[in-house]
């Protein structure tokens, strides 16, 4: 079993801006079981955090002094605390901060094409680049 969360906005569809400033995160849990993939929505858990941040933030335009500013890299903990079960995050923007804090908890993020709204396109998304990549061997350049 594998457990994935999505950023969500208040329309249960997905959040497109900075992750740590979403509204609520969608988990789910993937199940691999004989040649099947399986996935279901394991729990919605609301953010009670989101409406404290500045609009610079919600669009992930972090400036060079936030990057190094304590109290804003510790802001990004807070994501902790929903992803704490989590192997990946499929998310569309995310600041440096946010990439470095997950790394860091050994959480994955993996990109997800902006106009993807749906949570079981971004998990199907997810599905088919993650097993691309495992079982790509080499890539060469034709040109």
Known sequence: MLKIAIPMDEKQTIYHNNPYTAPQFAIYEIVFHKGYVHFNLNQ????????????????????????????????????????????????????????????????????IPSIINRADLAIKNFLIGASFANNLQKIYNVS
């Open 44 to 111: 919605t858990i609301q953010s009670p955090w989101n409406s404290v941040f500045k609009e610079k933030t919600l669009k992930c335009s972090c400036d060079a002094s936030d990057k190094n500013d304590i109290r804003h890299i510790c802001e990004h903990y807070s994501l902790l605390e929903v992803l704490k079960d989590c192997k990946y995050l499929l998310a569309d923007h995310f600041c440096e901060n946010t990439s470095k804090v997950l790394e860091k908890a050994n959480i994955t993020i993996f990109k």
